[in-house]
């Protein structure tokens, strides 16, 4: 089977920088990626690693060890319209399997 | 505009009456899948389609069905919905998936009540 732990709630301070967590457990894996939701809309995708390393993408940053199965995405610069819920997910044959979600609460 | 489109958005429904949820896509993707969100359950797939008339279960399909005649609609259709089928429902559709990874584009969301 396969199954994705990241935290249910982070909180952080506008202008600082979080890590979301997420390890996972699958057999199988082509790769994690990071999709962020805001209240009352949809999963929008943020970031993919399909090999080991760091992948940055302006104030967003993510990381995966293979070997540790496990990932992190890296919020820099928090800003307020960046609280919102962000879902770790492997892709796994023909299938995406999410996390249950992380949800940012970023005070000023 | 490159877009996955769900209707309705809101339904409110009784128990037992069948109803039908449409997604379409614009962006020539093959695969696409339906999701249901529950909160502290994150995202659950019910369904999935490779391409057309190629589909298959997802974690959570009782209750659900799916068709795929067409590349660009995928339809969710329950026949006979329950209370527990109250949910947020996500229509989403990406590139070939498999070893090849491609994002995944979602529709608005369908919100639905079953009472």
């Given at each position: 089977?396969?199954?994705?732990?990241?935290p249910?709630?982070v909180t952080?301070?506008?202008g600082?920088?979080?890590?979301?967590?997420?390890?996972?457990?699958?057999?199988g894996?082509?790769?994690?990626?990071?999709?962020q939701?805001h209240?009352?809309?949809?999963?929008?995708?943020?970031?993919?690693n399909?090999?080991d390393?760091?992948?940055?993408?302006?104030?967003?940053?993510?990381?995966?060890?293979?070997?540790?199965?496990?990932?992190y995405?890296?919020?820099q610069?928090?800003?307020?319209?960046d609280?919102?819920?962000?879902?770790?997910?492997?892709?796994?044959?023909?299938?995406?399997?999410?996390?249950?979600?992380?949800?940012?609460?970023?005070?000023? | 505009?490159?877009?996955?489109?769900?209707?309705?958005?809101?339904?409110?429904?009784?128990?037992?009456?069948?109803?039908?949820?449409?997604?379409?896509?614009?962006?020539?993707?093959e695969?696409?899948?339906?999701?249901?969100?529950?909160?502290?359950?994150?995202?659950?797939?019910?369904?999935?389609?490779m391409?057309?008339?190629?589909?298959?279960?997802?974690d959570?399909?009782?209750?659900?069905k799916?068709?795929?005649?067409?590349?660009?609609?995928?339809?969710?259709?329950?026949?006979?919905?329950?209370?527990?089928?109250?949910?947020?429902?996500?229509?989403?559709s990406?590139?070939?998936?498999?070893?090849a990874?491609?994002?995944a584009?979602?529709?608005?969301?369908?919100?639905?009540?079953?009472?």
């Open positions: 089977g396969q199954s994705l732990e990241q249910s709630e952080a301070v506008e600082a920088i979080v890590q979301i967590n997420c390890t996972y457990q699958t057999s894996f082509y790769g994690l990626s990071w999709y939701q209240d009352g809309g949809a999963p929008t995708f943020l970031s993919y399909g090999l390393g760091l992948e940055e993408t302006g104030r967003f940053s993510s990381f995966l060890s293979r070997s540790d199965s496990y990932g995405l890296l919020l610069e928090l800003q307020m319209k609280s919102a819920s962000y879902f770790c997910a492997v892709n796994r044959d023909d299938k995406i399997i999410f996390g249950k979600g992380t949800r940012l609460h970023i005070l000023p | 505009e490159a877009q996955v489109t769900q209707n309705p958005r809101y339904l409110i429904t009784v128990t037992g009456k069948k109803l039908t949820v449409t997604c379409s896509q614009n962006m020539n993707h695969y696409m899948s339906w999701y249901r969100q529950d909160p502290g359950l994150g995202l659950r797939q019910i369904y999935y389609s391409n057309v008339e190629v589909t298959d279960k997802g959570v399909p009782e209750g659900y799916v068709s795929r005649k067409e590349k660009r609609n995928f339809p969710l259709i329950l026949e006979s919905p329950s209370p527990n089928q109250t949910s947020l429902y996500f229509c989403a990406s590139l070939v998936f498999g070893t990874f491609t994002e584009f979602f529709g608005q969301g369908t919100r639905l009540t079953v009472v």
